[in-house]
């Protein structure tokens, strides 16, 4: 049997100071993956972001308003979404 494993992407992620990104949720079952390489970022749902800094990994609901800013210093990170097909 034929297993389905959805979609993956993954992004090399850059994110400046004083320039804070609002993303639109995603289609259901979207899940963003980041560990952040360098700076320190705050991202996750809007209404429950968390800040990481390097070496942190985090996991969240895609499907919800999210965001990601950088606090203080450039950010690098990856980030990976996995979605349903």
């Given at each position: 049997a034929?297993?389905?494993?959805?979609r993956?992407?993954?992004?090399?992620?850059?994110v400046l100071?004083?320039?804070m990104?609002?993303?639109?949720?995603?289609?259901?079952?979207?899940?963003?993956?980041?560990?952040v390489h360098?700076?320190r970022?705050r991202?996750?749902?809007e209404?429950?972001?968390?800040?990481?800094r390097p070496?942190?990994?985090?996991a969240?609901d895609g499907?919800?308003?999210?965001?990601?800013?950088?606090?203080?210093?450039p950010?690098?990170?990856?980030l990976v979404m996995?979605?349903?097909?």
């Open positions: 034929a297993v389905d494993r959805g993956v992407e993954v992004y090399e992620l850059h100071p004083g320039r990104r609002r993303a639109d949720p995603h289609q259901a079952g979207v899940t963003e993956q980041l560990l360098a700076g970022l991202t996750g749902p209404q429950d972001p968390v800040e990481l070496g942190d990994f985090v969240f499907s919800v308003a999210h965001l990601y800013e950088a606090l203080r210093e950010v690098s990170a990856t996995t979605s349903p097909s």
